[in-house]
């Protein structure tokens, strides 16, 4: 079978739909169910002809009663950019079956992820292969992002039409969160660019309040772990998941101190690196994004051994080397001290899976200006930079 681009396909936007299938039979999508298939994605609305569940005939099209209609469709072996589907189908006109067309289409809600080809409908198409069938492409599949999906059974004609069944009755799905085989891709590329390893002491977090808020600290004055927002790469398996509260450890090359700016608030919890980062505690690498700016962002966890934070990661995310990793390392001195560093050329989010005492920290105020432009709260990440994406969703 030859291999062909999918970039070959867009030229089909507004051709009638079995131009756009008859384009579609000479591409491929790599995978090893032979899948053979192309989106119809016209920039702009897309055309009579190419609108989703067409149920009339039209264009060579003719929708014929002596095709099984699919029945009982099962969506499984869900990931962030695939999906394997099946359904039944009666024993009439099976023999004259020479293709599966798919409807696939983001499901309509308000909070949906603002990534290209957003709200345009993909039309696949697929020799007839024996059930279940793996569907991938990234082009086309976001991570944590809910889809519906309906299909016809084709038969091709001499003369290149084709007739085809009713559409069946659409279902629905979400696509899963990153693997840990996307993470390690993830991670691979921030260790790209992270930079020369400086040294620092402490872990600080600036906020708003002078004080903790009554809401986030026990009457013993523990500051309570929180649920992560959903800043950064939307497949991440941590956003809106992980509990943990998030510090800082970025220093002035020339001063070694924190920076003297805030983008959160004038006011700046600190602690000793020690009480968070130890030889009791596990690294994890969690994400790696940008803001449709320079500046990258590495986001890790500290979870203590054996805490539920550090159960909640293994298995989720690639686990650190504690003394060895490029981002933030923690070594053990001949003397017995612990020294630690962090990379200078990314920004490191530290999320602290369990509560803090807050009377082993102080409270200062941050003598720089506040740069609440470079919040990262809920901040969605660039989804054309090369840099810090991979091929398997955003």
């Given amino acids: ?137 990234h082009w086309f599949l976001s991570p944590r992002t809910e889809y519906t999906v309906s299909v016809q059974t084709a038969a091709k004609k001499p003369d290149g039409e084709y007739d085809v069944s009713p559409w069946s009755e659409i279902v629905q799905f979400c696509t899963a969160d990153y693997s840990l085989l996307h993470l390690n891709q993830l991670l691979q590329k921030a260790e790209l660019v992270s930079g020369r390893m400086l040294p620092f002491s402490v872990f600080y977090r600036n906020q708003q309040e002078a004080l903790l808020h009554p809401d986030r600290y026990t009457p013993q004055r523990h500051l309570l772990p929180a649920v992560k927002d959903d800043s950064g790469s939307h497949g991440s398996p941590i956003s809106g998941k992980l509990r943990g ?90 003397d017995g001290s612990l020294s630690f560093c962090h990379a200078q050329d990314v920004i490191l989010e530290v999320i602290y899976t369990e509560p803090v005492d807050v009377t082993l920290g102080s409270v200062t105020r941050v003598s720089g200006h506040q740069l609440m432009s470079l919040s990262t709260a809920n901040a969605k990440k660039d989804p054309s930079c090369k840099v810090c994406n991979i091929s398997a969703g955003r």
């Fill in 245 to 334: 509260i998030f510090f800082s450890c970025n220093t002035e090359f020339n001063t070694g101190e924190p920076p003297q700016d805030s983008p959160y608030g004038p006011h700046r919890f600190q602690i000793r690196a020690d009480l968070l980062f130890n030889l009791s505690t596990n690294i994890y690498f969690g994400d790696f994004y940008c803001m449709y700016t320079s500046y990258h962002y590495v986001i890790l966890v500290l979870a203590p051994a054996g805490s539920g934070g550090d159960a909640f990661c293994r298995g989720r995310l690639p686990l650190l080397d504690r003394s060895g990793n490029a981002f933030l390392t923690c070594r053990a001195e001949t």
């Fill in 1 to 137: 079978m030859k291999r062909a681009c999918y970039r070959a396909h867009e030229d089909c936007r507004c051709l009638p739909l079995e131009d756009c299938l008859n384009a579609a039979d000479r591409l491929c999508v790599e995978d090893v169910e032979q899948w053979v298939g192309a989106s119809c994605t016209p920039q702009k609305a897309p055309c009579s002809d190419c609108s989703a569940g067409v149920a009339s005939a039209g264009n060579g099209m003719a929708v014929v009663g002596d095709l099984p209609v699919p029945q009982n469709i099962c969506i499984s072996n869900i990931t962030c950019d695939s999906f394997r589907i099946s359904w039944d189908m009666t024993e009439l006109g099976r023999e004259r079956i020479t293709h599966f067309f798919i409807d696939l289409n983001k499901k309509e809600n308000q909070d949906s992820n603002k990534f290209k080809h957003k709200e345009i409908p993909t039309k696949l198409v697929a020799k007839a292969v024996p059930l279940p069938m793996t569907v991938r492409g």
